[in-house]
């Protein structure tokens, strides 16, 4: 029994040679752009839900607007310190990170000042 090949991308039935994947150039130039899409689309919302999460944590520790604490306690809650929105730096001394509204400093190896924009 002869199997029937059908084009990754719209489906139309396949003639021809044994490895052919699609049915034209246009079809196949469109499937590789949907995957390429899609992988983008997956960075993204990795990016966005590690950016979200610690938002949530920032916001959760910092319950006075200004509030100390250490490293490791914002790492047991899954803070990814890669990931912020934006940096400021204070005359090239005090450096903060954001991720939108809500930041920190490091003040040493292990404890962190936790700040809101205000």
């Known amino acids: ?12 039935l396949l003639k021809g040679r044994s490895d052919k994947r699609f049915c034209h150039d246009q079809c196949r130039s469109r499937h590789n752009y949907d995957q390429k899409s899609q992988d983008n689309l997956n960075l993204i919302r990795e990016i966005n839900n590690s950016l979200k999460k610690n ?5 959760t520790l ?7 604490i250490s490293k490791r306690t914002m790492a047991i809650q899954g803070f990814n310190f890669d990931y ?10 005090e450096k903060y990170f954001y991720c ?9 190896d292990s404890e962190i000042l936790l700040v809101e924009k205000g």
Not at 1 to 12: P, W
Not at 55 to 59: A, S
Not at 100 to 108: F, K
């Open 100 to 108: 939108y509204e809500m930041g920190y400093q490091v003040i040493n």
């Open 84 to 93: 912020f929105t934006s940096a400021y730096s204070i005359e090239g001394k």
């Open 55 to 59: 938002w949530d944590i920032l916001k």
């Open 1 to 12: 029994m002869i199997e029937e090949r059908r084009c990754l991308n719209c489906g139309s």
């Open 62 to 68: 910092n319950i006075n607007g200004e509030t100390k």
